[in-house]
């Protein structure tokens, strides 16, 4: 059964930090394409950023390029969000999804940036 459960989130005020974690079983993690996608309260999804299986590259949304690192460690099954300049704007549910067609998705985590 394929399970991907999200971690890391909570509250940071504006220029902050977070670590967003995605810890993956049931698949050969290291075989897929994986994102994350976000969704702020009362809108709808946006997809943020996507990692490759192979070399590892890496694409970003405009919005949080330059902020925001994908990562993924295939040894631990395991993808990571490095958040920076966090803005109120980036409050939303992260989740992590795997493979081109995404899936899969996990339940989220809530990142909320406030002062």
């Known amino acids: 059964e394929v399970q991907l459960v999200e971690s890391g989130g909570g509250l940071v005020q504006p220029g902050g930090s977070l670590r967003l974690s995605c810890a993956a079983s049931?698949?050969?993690?290291?075989?897929?394409?994986m994102s994350w996608v976000r969704q702020a309260p009362g809108k709808g999804l946006e997809w943020v950023s996507a990692?490759?299986?192979?070399?590892?590259?890496?694409s970003y949304a405009d919005s949080v390029k330059g902020r925001f690192t994908i990562s993924r460690d295939n040894a631990k099954d395991t993808l990571y969000l490095q958040m920076n300049s966090l803005k109120p704007e980036d409050t939303a549910v992260y989740y992590c999804?795997?493979?081109?067609?995404?899936?899969?998705w996990g339940k989220g985590t809530l990142v909320t940036v406030s002062s």
């Open positions: 999804a795997k493979g081109y067609n995404m899936d899969y």
């Open positions: 049931g698949f050969t993690f290291s075989s897929y394409v």
């Open positions: 990692i490759d299986a192979g070399v590892g590259s890496t």
